[in-house]
């Protein structure tokens, strides 16, 4: 009973029918949810002042919750990161060896002779020769 409301006194001399307490609804399953949920809140097993003194708790489970939510969508996203990185040092290991054999294909000493052909520069024909200073 509420403990705020305050009785209201009726006068004797008319007859009080007394009232009938208000019937539950009974779903046809005894075993759903809705007898369980209404047989812990409504017939007493917990009660209000236990249901708030919980609330801490729950508001902890939820932040618990989102925060494991936040945490899944974070390493999804850095796997997809990885992923992107990867594929790209896979490129650009492609283009470095690519580069490096068109490099050492243009360094030969007949690539070299044939470019610097139209510059008027020719391939030595005899052997460099040695200069000595004598020092007295």
Known sequence: MNQFRVKVEEPEDEPVA????????TPAKEGSA???FRKLFVEGAVSKETATDMLPYLIFLCVLGMIYIANSHMAVKNIRDIDRL???VKE???EYKSLKA??????????VAKKVDTLGLKEL????KKIIVEVK
């Open 92 to 94: 650009l290991s492609w």
């Open 34 to 36: 809705t007898v369980f």
């Open 102 to 111: 068109d490099l050492m294909f243009k360094s030969k000493m007949t690539e």
């Open 18 to 25: 007394p009232q009938d307490e208000p019937k539950l609804k």
């Open 86 to 88: 990867s594929k790209e």
């Open 125 to 128: 024909i005899e052997p460099p």
